[in-house]
Nanobody
Framework: QVQLVESGGGLVQPGGSLRLSCAGSGFTLDYYTIGWFRQAPGKEREGVSLIKSSDGRTYYADSVKGRFTISRDNAKNTVYLQMNSLKPEDTGVYYC?????????????????WGQGTQVTVSS
């Protein structure tokens, strides 16, 4: 059974940093494309970043390019999202998700397994 557990969220001041972790259990995470999504209060869930299983290529939403970095540690079966220069508009619940599709876009429908989410709040 594919299980994903996020951690690392919290309260941080604008300009600060956080590193989110997405730990996989019951499956080998590097066989899957892993995506990070977020949902702000009153807004729809949106794609933030993904790392592909096939070649490790990474993709980012325009709103986080240059500030966020996604990476994978296969030995720990974990994917990370390093978030720097955080802004109040980055506030939301962050979810990681897994996909076995060969061709994957950063959209919810391409991901079949989801974690429970971790709260990120950027505020002074």
């Amino acid at each position: 059974q594919v299980q994903l557990v996020e951690s690392g969220g919290g309260l941080v001041q604008p300009g600060g940093s956080l590193r989110l972790s997405c730990a996989g259990s019951g499956f080998t995470l590097d066989y899957y494309t892993i995506g990070w999504f977020r949902q702000a209060p009153g807004k729809e869930r949106e794609g933030v970043s993904l790392i592909k299983s096939s070649d490790g290529r990474t993709y980012y939403a325009d709103s986080v390019k240059g500030r966020f970095t996604i990476s994978r540690d296969n030995a720990k079966n974990t994917v990370y999202l390093q978030m720097n220069s955080l802004k109040p508009e980055d506030t939301g619940v962050y979810y990681c998700a897994a996909s076995r599709l060969m061709w994957v876009a950063l959209v919810q429908g391409d991901f079949g397994s989801w974690g429970q989410g971790t709260q990120v709040t950027v505020s002074s």
